[in-house]
């Protein structure tokens, strides 16, 4: 191969490896900005029919969000609360259960702060704490909304309080843990 061949195969080599591995995303911070009281907010969808025209015409249908606020009126109860730590990453903040009228929601407080990587997600682990290595027993709430700021998460049905206590911010790609909070 001639020399410019090869600087063409390590050029492409060098995209391929930036892209599978993504460093730039150590140095980037993704602001989320979400609120408890959008936490408890529910979003639905409202489907409005059209009269039929005089014409015979059918009738066209439109969507229109609504915004329903839960019946108990009450605040969200805080059921448990963490500090985050920094597993082999930097991270700071809270992670806060809350729960309102039967539902439960999982927040990053608005202080919180989590070095960003590539593929990152939210578990919840049935453990005390986070001993380290690939969990097998998690709830997985999906990816990372943001490094920074609130967000909330809400958790499904099979969530139990007094069982699912570590929330772990997982690289998926690589199979490494990011930080955690164990809830008490």
């Not at 410019?4 to 995303?25: E, Y």
């Not at 927040?107 to 969990?135: H, K």
């Amino acid at each position: 191969m001639t020399g410019r061949r090869w600087l063409v195969v390590g050029g492409v080599v060098l995209l391929i490896g930036f892209l599978l591995f993504r460093p730039d995303t150590l140095f980037t911070e993704v602001e989320a900005d979400e609120s408890l009281d959008e936490a408890f907010t529910t979003s639905t969808t409202t489907v409005a029919a059209s009269p039929t025209s005089s014409t015979g015409d059918a009738s066209t249908t439109t969507r229109q969000p609504a915004t329903t606020v839960p019946e108990g009126g009450g605040e969200p109860a805080q059921v448990s609360t963490g500090a985050f730590v920094g597993i082999d990453h930097s991270a700071e903040g809270t992670a806060t259960v809350y729960q309102q009228d039967g539902r439960y929601v999982l927040r990053f407080e608005d202080e919180t702060n989590i070095q960003n990587g590539p593929d990152l997600y939210v578990w919840l682990l049935r453990a005390d704490s986070y001993e380290g290595g690939s969990p097998s027993d998690y709830i997985d709430l999906g990816t990372l909304k943001g490094t920074t700021g609130g967000q909330n998460y809400e958790l499904p049905e099979g969530f139990d309080p007094e069982s699912h206590r570590v929330v772990l911010i997982w690289c998926l790609r690589f199979a490494v843990p990011f930080a955690s909070a164990s809830l008490g």
